[in-house]
Structures are given as C-alpha cells and as structure tokens.
C-alpha cells in the first residue's frame, strides 16, 4: 500500500469529502478529527481549520480528483473514519458508499462495514474473515507449512490441543543467539510477553509468525497504540488485500470490536490519543518502504542469526 500525496487542490477536495463522510450531527468526533489532522501535517501537505471546511457533493468529488489510485485512499481513510469513534453511524457509512459509488470504486471494505452499521454482526464477520489476513494466514500455513495437515496441526495448537516438540524446539532455541540478533529479540518478545511458539499449544501457527516479527522489527509495542502502529506498517509492505490489515485496529481499537481469532482487549478512540494518528500514518509508510511482503511465504530462517540493524536494513525498515 502506497500512499499519495496529492496536490493543494486535490487535497482540499479530500479533507472536505472526508468530512462530510465522517461528521455526526455537523461534528467531526475526536479520533476522525485527529486522522484528519494527522493526514493534513503527513500526507496533504496543509493547514486548513476542519470546521471550516463547507460540505462537498460526490458529483464535486468526482470532478476535481484526478490523481491515479486517489479515489481508492479517500474511501479507504472515510471508512477508517467512520470506524473511528466507537459504534460506527450507519448515516456515515452511506454516505462514504455514495462517494465509493461515484468515484467507481468497487471497494469489498464498503460492504462488510456496512453489514456492521446495519447489525448483521455473523454475516459481517463471515465477510471479514474471508477477506481478512487471518485467511492469508491460514492459505500460508496450508501452502508452505504442511498442507492440510498442518493447517490442522496449525488449528487445534492455537486452540491448545495439538503441541510439536520439534518444532517448539527450533524456536526455543533462539535464545541461545547473540544478545543483539533479530533471533534473540523476537525469543524475547515472546517469552517476555507469555506469548507461545509455533509447536505450542495455545500459539499462531507459523504461517503467522510474521506478525510478531513485524512487532520486532518495526519496533511497535503490544499496546493497543503499538498494535495500531504494527496494522498500517503491515499494511504498507503487503500486496495482497492490505486494507483489511488497517480494518483490524480501527475495528478493534476504534469501534470498540474484537475481529481477532483470539481473545482480544478491545477500546474505542485510539487515534484520539496524542500522537497516535499521526503514529499511524507514518507506519503505513515506513511499511511501504519494506522491500518484501512479509506475510507471503517470507523466510525469516537467515535473517534470525544477524544482527537486528543489519537485519532491518537488508529489508529497508527505517
């Protein structure tokens, strides 16, 4: 995912199509309103007082942007909009399918918000879940880690029913590397924060190891804010359906709703919090920066013994 930077022009054309998308009884609530702000100092290049921004018809919308690829991302920042503060209005979400709609953009994302706004929570998390990267991760586990067997294998260890020593072992085992690896960083960051191995019960399987790796190497906590962080920076190196890895946070830490296979502490407003939008914002482009997509079949094996600076620079992380 890369993100444009547009034009003075094009850029208060956004501003205002996002504000008519997000605003609630002519109001941009706190998290929307602190997207936008972050958006205007990183991406838009501009200073304009939100409130003052008049409305915009999809019609005007539709007129003024011209950039490749810029109708996509005004979409994709109403929808994280509208998900922003707490329960998502379904008023909102109309109208961010209305600029969708007339700008040509076919988004898979419009659909499965607005199955949340409309309440058909099971339909909505069938819908999620089949686009989601939990599913990639589960295609990865089937392709590259044992076929259907380890995709079973891979199941019922995260449902603590299934242990594989061997494999435990290869993982325990890098916490014998040199105190400065990459290896023995992410031994850490999973011994310390009671986290499993692959091979243990109640653990990822590996087709999601990358998950915990970004953690590392991005250097994003496990705090809802560094959690926040680890989407958009996910997002920006992966190729395929990288929106749905933004969907995660601005769901779980937005909207207040756990979308996880896992029990997850969830809460609304996140990007209300100082400095976290504009936090955000800049992990989707360092991610982008990334010179592989880590959730596709990555062999993480070479890197593990290096230090974790050279390892971060062979893959282009800031």
């Known amino acids: 995912m890369q993100l444009i930077h547009p034009g003075p022009d094009e850029a208060l054309l956004c501003l205002r199509a996002v504000r008519t998308s997000v605003a609630r009884d002519g109001l941009v609530p706190p998290a ?3 997207l936008m702000s972050a958006a205007q100092q990183a991406i838009l290049n501009t200073a304009v007082e939100l409130d003052t921004l008049p409305p915009i018809t999809p019609g005007e919308l539709v007129a003024g942007l011209k950039s490749p690829g810029l109708a996509d991302q005004v ?3 109403m929808l994280i909009g509208v998900l922003a503060d707490g329960e998502p209005d379904p008023a909102c979400e109309a109208r961010a399918e209305a600029f969708a709609t007339a700008l040509g953009v076919a988004a898979p994302a419009l659909r499965t918000v607005r199955l949340l706004c409309e309440q058909h929570l099971l339909l909505f998390r069938l819908d999620f879940l089949r686009r989601s990267h939990f599913k990639d991760m589960l295609v990865d586990q089937f392709r590259n880690h044992g076929g259907l067997g380890g995709l079973a294998k891979g199941l019922l260890g995260l449902r603590g029913l ?8 290869r993982y325990d085992a890098l916490g014998k590397l040199p ?3 990459l290896g023995y960083v992410y031994f850490h960051h999973i011994r310390d924060n009671g986290f499993g191995f692959p091979g243990e019960p109640g653990s990822l399987p590996e087709g999601a190891v990358y998950h915990d790796m970004t953690h590392v190497l991005s250097g994003y906590g496990i705090t809802p804010a560094g959690e926040t962080c680890v989407g958009g920076f996910t997002s920006g190196y992966k190729k395929v359906n990288p929106f749905y890895v933004l969907l995660v946070p601005a769901l779980t830490f937005g909207a207040g709703l756990n979308v ?5 502490p969830t809460m609304t407003g ?6 976290v ?9 360092r991610g982008s920066r990334v010179n592989a997509d880590l959730s596709d079949n990555w062999d993480f094996w070479p890197l593990l013994p290096l230090p974790i600076d050279e390892a971060r620079a062979r893959l282009g992380i800031a």
Do not use: K, M
């Not at 299934?162 to 072992?169: G, I, K, S, T, V």
């Not at 996880?260 to 997850?264: E, M, V």
């Open 32 to 34: 929307a309103r602190a």
């Open 75 to 77: 979409v994709q920042a």
């Open 162 to 169: 299934y242990r594989d020593p061997a494999l435990a072992e």
């Open 179 to 181: 105190a400065d690896t």
């Open 260 to 264: 996880t296979p896992n029990p997850q």
């Open 270 to 275: 996140i990007l209300a919090e100082p400095g």
């Open 277 to 285: 939008a504009g936090e955000f914002i800049r992990a989707v482009e």
